[in-house]
């Protein structure tokens, strides 16, 4: 009787484990989901001011608005976590603030680093193409490492 006993308190531990692992999984699946799309949004929105090379105040300020949405989407993956998920977000982060930067500089708005105001437009440019390209790599790393935490059996 004993280890009957023990086995249903096993299997309710297992289950109430199962129950938890679902109820995270799918707010933490749609953190990521807005994260990659407001990623994807800004990335779309940069990438045409960086083909055209038409980079005006308006459609910079659109970019650092959208990048402070994608900043809100990213406060909820560091909420949601799990860890792991949540520190492959900074490098992205990172680049972005890096090519709101340089958009900055590229239209001469107030903010713009000094250390970038002396580069030519063509190398901002370029430094532009390079956060584009940063911001991809840091994107698909966050893409594995959510879905490995989605995978997880709810340990993390």
Known sequence: MQRQIEAQH?????????EHSRDRR????????DLVAQTQHVGTLISVMNQTEEYTTASVHEASEQITKLLRCRARVVVEGPVVVAK?????VEAIVECREVLATLTSLPGAPPELQ????????ELCRQGLESIA???????EEARQ???DNGTA
């Open 10 to 18: 096993i299997q309710a531990d297992r289950q109430r484990r199962f």
């Open 26 to 33: 799918e707010p933490r699946s749609q953190a990521y989901a």
């Open 88 to 92: 492959s977000t900074e490098d992205l």
């Open 118 to 125: 002396g580069l030519s437009r063509t190398q901002l440019t």
């Open 137 to 143: 790599e840091c994107l698909a790393t966050f893409v």
């Open 149 to 151: 935490a989605l995978d």
